[in-house]
């Protein structure tokens, strides 16, 4: 797996269910706009606010859909094992070509031979071989986080298994390290603003919420990267654009921005406890994109 992913954002409808069709909707523009795959109820898509159940039935419907599985990256991160365990089994069983996890994140201070204790056993009661594990690291939002001693742990017991991670701690060095010291990682970066770097460093790409609104510009500098063409004035672009959006609450201000690309009002639903941006906040998100 490698390219441009967007970390994609959940539509709901005012009951605050899920709205599978406009999320198959949303899916198939961002495949049109150029992302190479789509990760899929990560933070961006509200995971946390979701059941197990209601992420299993929303990803095997957006399949139904005609989304091929190949193209997901769900996310499958759990504090209780159980339900880490349970979501990994159901995105095997659905066909996609890995996971992305989250690290338990709700005790703070553990070690990393806990942590290593707790991937173990999510590989090994999930005991299937097809597994592909992408370590999902945001310590900005999670805390916990996984260290580079770690990951090599990792990597070494379960050679194969774990194929990659997410870095979201938008330390660009960590990055550099991760793609030096772990060649054999799929190294995506949190943040389209370093997905230049990344692909110079030899990782595999970006997994980012604002590629919900900046797919086109993203999959420009990986094409002119990969085609051995200077790249530097369309990163600058993108990055001036992700910089721009940091501004912002990001998931509100995305799915405010969705809404007036589609004109569905529902994308100004989140669950709680996230609000929507309120009216003046939309205007000038707006005014300046």
């Given amino acids: 797996m490698k390219g441009v992913f967007a970390a994609v ?4 409808r005012d009951d605050l269910a899920i709205d599978r069709a406009a999320f198959a909707q949303h899916c198939r523009r961002l495949l049109d706009a150029g992302c ?6 990560g933070t961006t898509g509200e995971a946390n606010s979701l059941s197990v159940g209601e992420r299993i039935e ?25 339900d880490a365990v349970e979501l990994s089994r159901a995105a095997l069983a659905l066909g996609t070509p890995g996971v992305l996890a989250l690290p338990p994140f709700y005790y703070k201070g553990v070690s990393d031979d806990g942590l290593f204790r707790f991937f173990a056993e999510l590989i090994e009661r999930v005991g299937d071989d097809r597994l592909r594990l992408f370590l999902y690291h945001i310590p900005p939002q999670m805390i ?7 990951i090599g742990r990792l990597l070494d017991a379960y050679p194969g298994i774990v194929a990659g991670t997410k870095d979201s701690a938008g330390d660009a060095a960590r990055i550099e390290r991760l793609c030096a010291e772990f060649p054999q990682l799929a190294v ?21 919420a604002t590629v919900n609104v900046t797919a086109n510009l993203a999959r420009e500098v990986y094409d002119l990267h990969a085609a051995g063409e200077d790249a530097e004035a369309a990163q600058t672009r993108l990055t001036e ?45 707006l005014a300046g994109l």
């Fill in 58 to 82: 929303a990803w095997e419907a957006l399949v139904a859909a005609g989304i091929e599985a190949e193209l997901l990256l769900p996310g499958t991160g759990a504090c209780a094992l159980p």
């Fill in 144 to 150: 916990v986080g996984f260290s580079p001693e770690l």
């Fill in 241 to 285: 654009r992700r910089r721009y959006l940091e501004r912002f609450p990001v998931i509100p201000a995305l799915k405010a921005i969705v809404r007036e690309q589609t004109g569905d009002a529902l994308w100004a639903n989140l669950r709680p406890p996230l609000d929507p941006l309120d009216a003046p906040a939309v205007r000038e998100l």
């Fill in 36 to 41: 190479h795959g789509l990760g899929i109820f």
């Fill in 9 to 12: 954002l959940t539509p709901m």
């Fill in 188 to 208: 995506f970066a949190g943040t389209e603003a370093l997905l230049l770097d990344t692909l110079r460093w030899g990782g595999a790409g970006t997994i980012s």
